[in-house]
């Protein structure tokens, strides 16, 4: 009997040409996959965001702990502060700056109203630290003092003004500190 030729060897034994037909669907399937994962980890490395390239003081500075032993009957003293300091972060030109992110810690040391024969005088000390993100490492520690003087009877205006200030003075060391 001839197997060579008969409908029953073509099935049992596979030719050259149908292992070749058996693999080739595999391989493309290896490749397309490998190449959407390609495509899946080049895309997760490029920002969100067209912003996210620039150093942006709100995405490289955040804002940590904000602690104060003032205390105002009516005001929340911290949340000042904490909107203060959110106030004049945007303001910051860090285009020096190393892209690292960092924690900015806000105290309000001092403030102070006294009354002079001119009216009235405010003086606000405030602290800053800096530390890394990763680890916690304090790198900086800035400083802002303010004073305000006023002819008039407001004094929560006049030390909403003298903080603003004395954070305006302790935030502009950030780009220094930061480019170091």
């Known amino acids: 009997m001839r197997f060579r030729g008969s409908e029953a060897c073509r099935r049992t034994r596979p ?23 390609a495509l899946a980890a080049g895309a997760s490395l490029m920002p969100a965001r067209v ?10 500075v955040a804002v940590g702990e904000v602690s104060t032993s003032v205390v105002r009957p009516g ?15 945007p303001s910051l030109d860090l285009s020096r700056a190393r892209r690292r992110p ?13 009354s002079t024969a001119e009216g009235a005088a405010t003086t606000c000390v405030i602290s800053a630290a800096l530390r890394t993100k990763k680890g916690g490492n304090i790198f900086a520690v800035l400083e802002g003092r303010a004073k ?8 929560f205006a006049q030390e909403r003004l003298a903080l603003r200030t004395a954070v305006r003075g302790a935030l502009q060391r950030i780009p220094e500190a930061l480019a170091q």
Request: proline share 7%.
């Open 102 to 114: 960092v924690i900015l810690s806000v105290s309000l040391l001092r403030m102070e109203t006294e």
């Open 75 to 89: 005001v929340d003293v911290p949340g000042v502060l904490r909107a203060a300091v959110t106030e004049e972060l």
């Open 51 to 60: 912003d996210a390239m620039d150093p942006s003081p709100v995405a490289l």
């Open 15 to 37: 030719t050259f040409n149908a292992h070749v037909r058996r693999t080739r669907p595999t391989f493309q399937a290896v490749y397309r996959s490998i190449l959407v994962l």
């Open 148 to 155: 305000a003087q006023s002819d008039t009877s407001a004094p």
